[in-house]
């Protein structure tokens, strides 16, 4: 149903010659569809990973990481391009990275010299 509604919009737009794209090769639609289907194989991963046990075949952890694998690319590519229209997520990303980058390290306690 969003697909549809994005595409209408997007087929209308091309009808008044009204161009939206930043990306000569991924319009605002088709941001927001991979994005979904980025977010579908996220969840199908996870549950295939539940699936999977401490000892279950090599093939199985191998085929897991290969997907996973492939997963990240993908993300990484819809990342680059997300840039482009929404740029102040990357600062967003950038914030969330490194808080979450400060709450691992250890704190070392500091001898104040007063």
Request: proline share 4%.
């Amino acid at each position: 149903m969003v697909r549809q509604e994005l595409a209408e919009a997007e087929a209308q737009d091309a009808g008044k010659l009204v161009e939206t794209s930043l990306n000569n090769h991924v319009s605002p639609s088709v941001l927001i569809a991979c994005g979904m289907d980025i977010e579908a194989e996220q969840r199908a991963l996870k549950v295939e990973a539940g699936k999977i046990w401490e000892h279950s075949q090599d093939h199985q952890h191998t085929k897991l990481q290969l997907r996973s694998n492939a997963l990240q690319r993908k993300i990484s590519a819809w990342s680059k391009v997300q840039q482009l229209y929404t740029p102040g997520v990357m600062a967003l990303c950038n914030a969330e990275e490194h808080t979450a980058a400060m709450q691992k390290m250890p704190l070392k306690p500091y001898t104040l010299m007063l």
